[in-house]
Nanobody, 122 residues
Framework: QVQLVESGGGLVQAGGSLRLSCAAS????????MGWFRQAPGKERERVAT????????YYADSVKGRFTISRDNAKNTVYLQMNSLKPEDTAVYYC???????????????WGQGTQVTVSS
């Protein structure tokens, strides 16, 4: 069973940066597409970014394009989300997910991490 553990969340001022990490145990992640999702209070969980098994292909939601970067280090069994130019509307719980595919309208999620809180103050 794969366990995904996120870290790196916290409180940051608008315009600041954070880097989220998602470390896996129990199984190598190199065979799986991975993604980051987020859920703000009162809103549905939304896809933020996804990455292919090799890291060569990525997807970004329009709301984060140009500000966030997803990457992975298969040797470390870890996926990252670099978040720059953060805005108050980026405030949410961020979840790491193991996916069936990095692309498609609604990627099938195989497993979730427990989430990490990101709060951006104005």
């Amino acid at each position: 069973q794969v366990q995904l553990v996120e870290s790196g969340g916290g409180l940051v001022q608008a315009g600041g940066s954070l880097r989220l990490s998602c470390a896996a145990s129990g199984r190598t992640l190199s065979s799986y597409a991975m993604g980051w999702f987020r859920q703000a209070p009162g809103k549905e969980r939304e896809r933020v970014a996804t990455v292919s098994t090799s890291g060569s292909s990525t997807y970004y939601a329009d709301s984060v394009k140009g500000r966030f970067t997803i990457s992975r280090d298969n040797a470390k069994n870890t996926v990252y989300l670099q978040m720059n130019s953060l805005k108050p509307e980026d405030t949410a719980v961020y979840y790491c997910a193991r996916l069936m595919s990095w692309s498609g309208t609604t990627p099938l999620v195989l497993s979730w991490g427990q989430g990490t809180q990101v709060t951006v103050s104005s």
